[in-house]
T-cell receptor
C-alpha cells in the first residue's frame, strides 16, 4: 500500500484556473516537501515543512501556496495557472532534519497539464 | 545555478557490465549525497547514500565512490540487469537541509 498518497494522479486544467494538489503521508514523519519535475527542471525543490511550519520556500511565485491542515497533510494550491506550470508535482516526507538524515520518501506524483 | 550536475543524460550498457554514473557538485558545504532511482510513472526512491566523511559506500551491487577534494562522486552498478533500467538522480544536502537533485541519468541495460 502506498504510504504517501497524492491526489489527483492526473489533472488537466485551463490557463488562469486554480487547482489544489492533495498529499497525505502515513509514515509518521514530521517533515513534508513539495518537488516539481518537468522536462526543463527535473526534481526542483519547492517547499519544506516541519511540524506544520514552513521551513524553506524556493518557489519564486506566490501563485504556489502550501497548506498544512493536519500533521500528515501538505496540500499545494496553485492559482492563475499557466502552461509553464505543467509538470509532475511530487510530495515527499522524512523524519525531521538531524535525526535519520534526509531520506526522502516520495509519493507517485500528480501530473498536471495546463492548456 | 545548478548545484548538482550529472554529466550524462543517458547511458546504455549490456547486461552483466558495470554501469558508471557520474555526478559533481558546487557547494563545499554539502555533506550528504544520496542516489535515487526512478522508474516511469513512479516517484524517486532512495537507492544508496554516502556522507562526506567517507570515500566509499557499498550496498550489494551498488557502490558510491566519493572524492571530496574534486567535488565529485560516482555510482557503480555491478553486473547490471535489465531491471536496473531506470533514471538515476544524484542529490546533495548540507546539514540535513534541503536536498538538491541533479538532472538525472537514464540508464538502459540491454539484455
Amino acid at each position: 500500500d502506498p504510504k504517501i498518497i497524492q491526489k489527483p494522479k492526473y489533472l488537466v486544467a485551463v490557463t488562469g484556473s486554480e487547482k489544489i494538489l492533495i498529499c497525505e503521508q502515513y509514515l509518521g514523519h514530521n517533515a513534508m516537501y513539495w518537488y516539481r519535475q518537468s522536462a526543463k527542471k527535473p526534481l526542483e525543490f519547492m517547499f519544506s515543512y516541519s511540524y506544520q511550519k514552513l521551513m524553506d520556500n524556493q518557489t519564486a511565485s506566490s501563485r504556489f501556496q502550501p497548506q498544512s491542515s493536519k500533521k500528515n497533510h501538505l496540500d499545494l494550491q496553485i492559482t492563475a495557472l499557466k502552461p509553464d506550470d505543467s509538470a509532475t508535482y511530487f510530495c515527499a516526507s522524512s523524519q525531521p532534519s538531524g535525526t535519520t538524515g534526509n531520506t526522502l520518501y516520495f509519493g507517485e506524483g500528480s501530473r498536471l497539464i495546463v492548456v | 545555478q545548478q548545484q548538482v550536475r550529472q554529466s550524462s543524460q543517458s547511458l546504455t550498457v549490456w547486461e552483466g557490465e558495470t554501469a558508471i554514473l557520474n555526478c559533481s557538485y558546487e557547494n563545499s558545504a554539502f555533506d550528504y549525497f544520496p542516489w535515487y532511482q526512478q522508474f516511469p510513472g513512479e516517484g524517486p526512491a532512495l537507492l544508496i547514500a554516502i556522507r562526506s566523511v567517507s570515500d566509499k559506500k557499498e550496498d550489494g551491487r551498488f557502490t558510491i565512490f566519493f572524492n571530496k577534494r574534486e567535488k565529485n562522486l560516482s555510482l557503480h552498478i555491478k553486473d547490471s540487469q535489465p531491471g536496473d533500467s531506470a533514471t538515476y538522480f544524484c542529490a546533495a544536502s548540507a546539514n540535513y537541509n534541503v536536498l538538491y537533485f541533479g538532472s538525472g541519468t537514464k540508464l538502459t541495460v540491454e539484455p
